[in-house]
Structures are given as structure tokens and as C-alpha cells.
């Protein structure tokens, strides 16, 4: 699975995700539910009301993006916790993800975001709404316009791999 990392402010982040819902038809879905509630879904930059004195600071965040393009409404799995109770998982491998950390001494976001490419769902990916659900093409097609999100947004960090690697804008 390629990540592509990432550094951004709460207003370069803010402006990333407003990048993201304006140039992508999507939801944005938490990962994991809390214990014993429903997943939240956002429509919406300001439904996501992420800021660094938030949960991203004190514990992270992961969401996943599903694009109305590129994949059916995904399901959610059902997950028993051994202290009783449950909590919802989203799953697909055409979803995003994206995992999100806060830093305690500054108010630096640190992020990445990770998806399955085509050969590695189909030789891998296990769960609900498989590789036959995806379509690759319009998935391609997010990521181009995920990195152009990332970069136009400050200045990404690191990349996991050179061959996902977003160029840096020029001014």
C-alpha cells in the first residue's frame, strides 16, 4: 500500500481537506467508530471540525475517502471488543485512508495518506467490497487529484516511495 506523507498547519490541513471534498465527489468516513456508536460520516470540511487541540493532538485520527466514482457505498464490519460491546470498521479497498497526528510541541499536523493500488487488492485485499467493486481508472484518477491536494497545500513531507512521490508546485 503507497502512503504519502505529510506535514500541514491546521489552516494548510483545513484547506487541504477543502481541496479534497471541492475537486473529489466523497464522504469522508472515520475509520473506526467509537465503541458502541455508529461510524460518522462528513460531507463537509467544517463537519470534520479538525484542529490541532483536538483529537488529532491528544490521540490521532484515522478517516477514509470514498469516492462516489470509484467504488459502491462501502460497508462496515461489525467488530465484538473482548470488554463487550462493538464497534463499526468501514472497509474497501477503493477507500483512502488517511491517519492523522498531532504534534504536543507545536500545533504541526503529521499525516498520511494510504491506498491499495490494483495488483496489490487483487493479490491481497480480504474483506467486504473487494477489487471487483473498485474501478481502477477513477481511482487513478483520485490519487492524481490527492496528491495535487497534498502538495498544493504546503509542502509534503517524505514519501514512502519516490514512484508516488507529488513534485513540488512551482509558484
Not at 4 to 17: A, P, Q, T
Not at 90 to 105: A, K, P, Q, R
Request: charged share 25%.
Amino acid at each position: 500500500m503507497p502512503w504519502i506523507e505529510f506535514e500541514k498547519s491546521e489552516n494548510e490541513l483545513e484547506e487541504m481537506f477543502t481541496q479534497i471534498f471541492e475537486s473529489l465527489e466523497c464522504v469522508i468516513f472515520e475509520a473506526y467508530s467509537i465503541p458502541n456508536f455508529e461510524i460518522e460520516e462528513f460531507d463537509s470540511v467544517e463537519s470534520l471540525n479538525i484542529n490541532a487541540g483536538s483529537l488529532i493532538k491528544s490521540h490521532g485520527t484515522q478517516l477514509s475517502i470514498w469516492c462516489f466514482s470509484v467504488m459502491p457505498r462501502p460497508r462496515f464490519r461489525n467488530i465484538e471488543l473482548r470488554e463487550g460491546g462493538s464497534r463499526q470498521a468501514v472497509d474497501g479497498c477503493g477507500l483512502f485512508n488517511i491517519l492523522l497526528e498531532g504534534s504536543s510541541e507545536s500545533s504541526t499536523i503529521f499525516g498520511k495518506i494510504g491506498y491499495f493500488t490494483e495488483s496489490a487488492a487483487k493479490n491481497k485485499y480480504t474483506g467486504l467490497n473487494g477489487p471487483e467493486l473498485v474501478n481502477w481508472e477513477n481511482h487513478k484518477q483520485a490519487v492524481k487529484l490527492l496528491k495535487k491536494a497534498i502538495v498544493q497545500t504546503g509542502q509534503p513531507a517524505n514519501k514512502s516511495s519516490k514512484k508516488d512521490a507529488p513534485k513540488r508546485a512551482s509558484s
